[in-house]
Nanobody, 117 residues
Framework: QVQLVESGGGLVQAGGSLRLSCAVSGTIFGINYMGWYRQAPGKQRELVASFNSGGMTNYGDSVKGRFTISSVNAKNTVYLQMDSLKPEDTAVYYC???????????WGQGTQVTVSS
């Protein structure tokens, strides 16, 4: 089976930066799409950033210009560079992926990001 393991969360002051990583283990035969979502207390899970096999990227309106999604295919790892962080970015961040071998999405366990004012 496939596992997605996030790392890199933590506590940072407003205006600071963090980089999240998502390592994919297991045989996937390629990526249909992958992305990052987040969920703050009392709110619905929302898209932060994603990319697909065609190279198209998509960002949530609230993070455009501040966050960047990237990947290293050889390592099956996806990154989320988060700059100019704001307190409203505080949430649990989840890695999401859909792969050639399987017909469903996979999710990581989540990593907490807390931005202090």
């Amino acid at each position: 089976q496939v596992q997605l393991v996030e790392s890199g969360g933590g506590l940072v002051q407003a205006g600071g930066s963090l980089r999240l990583s998502c390592a994919v283990s297991g045989t996937i035969f390629g990526i249909n799409y992958m992305g990052w979502y987040r969920q703050a207390p009392g709110k619905q899970r929302e898209l932060v950033a994603s990319f697909n096999s065609g190279g198209m990227t998509n960002y949530g309106d609230s993070v455009k210009g501040r966050f960047t999604i990237s990947s290293v295919n050889a390592k099956n790892t996806v990154y989320l560079q988060m700059d100019s962080l704001k307190p409203e970015d505080t949430a649990v961040y989840y890695c999401n992926g859909n792969f050639f071998r399987y017909g469903r999405d996979f999710w990581g366990q989540g990593t907490q990001v807390t931005v202090s004012s």
